[in-house]
């Protein structure tokens, strides 16, 4: 089966800008994630979709990101403005239903802000 | 917040050589998880191990669980080259609604 996949692999933007990425998870799996990884640490949840809804974003900050997964399929998460902070790796997963493990991980988009 | 703490950080070793990396954690979990990371890609799953199991085996990795300690640790034998990544637990807390929580993780170099 395909994988996760994620665009762009690599992002590089000024702080202030904008950026988006994209996620289309494993075909059939209703359950999608976002992390963000800092260098040096492990992933941290953002956010969870089981199909088109939310089931947490208590983490995600929301008055500069956002995320959405219109169709149920594949989602974009946004920042706006970028701050320096937000330099990381942004990884998505997905898994077949909500509390399903494991989780399946694309490549992720590595952004740096300048 | 990170529930798992992974040590060490680092591990380097010689090929052939074991390879061992613990992990603790502090709130009740369901279950326990293994990822691998290798250097630009995403993480891989590895192993499970349920909050009643104590030991689980996969090829060359083995994994304990003591609850009662909140620990884990990763074994790996005969180690590869291909083995060099970074190596994650993942806890699933009892009352966190099956949201993972990821230590820092362990960074394996196996030399040849």
């Known amino acids: 089966e395909a994988g996760v996949a994620q665009s762009p692999r690599y992002k590089i933007i000024e702080k202030r800008q904008s950026v988006a990425f994209w996620c289309n998870p494993i075909s059939g799996h209703a359950t999608l994630y976002w992390y963000q990884q800092i260098l040096g640490q492990g992933p941290k949840l953002l956010i969870q979709?089981?199909?088109?809804?939310?089931?947490?974003d208590s983490q995600l900050p929301k008055d500069r990101f956002s995320a959405e997964r219109l169709k149920g399929v594949d989602s974009t998460l946004k920042i706006q403005p970028a701050k320096l902070e937000d330099s990381a790796v942004y990884l998505c997963?997905?898994?077949?239903?909500?509390?399903?493990?494991?989780?399946?991980f694309g490549d992720g988009t590595r952004l740096s802000i300048l | 917040s990170q529930q798992g703490e992974e040590d060490p950080q680092a591990l380097s070793i010689q090929e052939g050589e074991n390879a061992t990396m613990n992990c603790s954690y502090k709130t009740s979990i369901n279950n326990l998880q293994w990822y691998r990371q290798n250097s630009g890609r995403g993480l891989v799953h590895l192993i499970l191990?349920?909050?009643?199991?104590r030991e689980k085996h996969s090829g060359r990795l083995r994994v304990t669980l003591d609850t009662s300690k909140k620990s884990s640790s990763l074994l790996i034998t005969a180690s590869r080259a291909a083995d060099t990544a970074s190596y994650f637990c993942?806890?699933?807390?009892?009352?966190?609604?099956?949201?993972?929580?990821f230590g820092a993780g362990t960074t394996v170099t196996v030399r040849a």
């Open positions: 979709f089981q199909n088109n809804g939310v089931v947490d």
């Open positions: 993942a806890t699933d807390a009892s009352s966190n609604d099956y949201k993972l929580s």
């Open positions: 191990i349920r909050s009643n199991e």
């Open positions: 997963a997905s898994s077949l239903e909500w509390g399903d493990q494991p989780q399946h």
